[in-house]
């Protein structure tokens, strides 16, 4: 089991870079950022980019994992977003993960002038995205020509350090999204059930989550893949047992177990935010950053 962590682009750099620095000397795996224009309650604050954030994070560290959780196509093309991801790979020596998902109904579905799309529409456009940009990551040159995506003779030399592209993480829990993992994805991601949250209990999360992983395998054996093959990573606090796990240490324990038995190989953290909903003690989230993992092996 791994352990991660959520860092939100919010702070001018001269702030942000001692938390990132600070995330790697607590031996996080990975630490990933959202890849918004804006989040629901930070939207009338300092929001900054994804990329170039991840960009000035691989700077100033050394063996971290860096990542989007999640980027999706309400504000994305993949000509583009390849070129980006290819060059934030080599800056950072091959250390990124690129989360990726179908993106949702937030401030970033409009924010380019365009009607909210449809849940069919957003998965239309998963569906489109997803192989193109495996395709853009791992070839020198592609054409393509889709309903929503086209590429001309896109130029992506000399590709990305890890071959043969950097790993995707596919956020999905409906079987579109779950078959796009079990085909692209290296790792599958998943914040639980959201109809859950607010008046569901730990036990009924944990058997929607059973239920989730089941039908990653059932994906995964469809197109004759080993469902071990991929990492499955867990998003807290979108879950109904929310800040609880970052209470106390033997409280992220026991949940970081219960969901280990489940097949979870990454459990993802977010730093702490005060007065948010991401509020947590900071001693207790780096006690838990430092002596969890050694609870979990």
Known sequence: MRLSTVILPIHRWAEG???????????????YTYDHLSWRSFRDGPWFGAIPTLTAAATVTKSMRLGTLVTSPNFRHPVTLAKELISLDDISGGRVTLGIGAGGTGFDATALGQEPWTPRERAD??????PLLDRLLTEDSVSYEGDFYAAHEARNIPGCVQRPRLPFAVAATGPRGLRLAARHGQAWVTTGDPRLFENGTPEQSVQALRDQSERLADACAELGRNADDLDRVLLTGFTPDRGRPLQSLDAFVDFAGRHAELGFTEIV??????????????????QIAMEAPAHLR
């Open 269 to 286: 953290v977010h730093w702490p935010i005060p007065d948010s909903d991401f509020a947590a003690d900071e001693k207790v989230f780096e």
């Open 17 to 31: 870079q001692k938390i990132w620095r600070r995330a790697e000397d607590l031996g996080f795996h990975a630490a």
């Open 125 to 130: 456009r998963f569906a489109e995205f997803v």
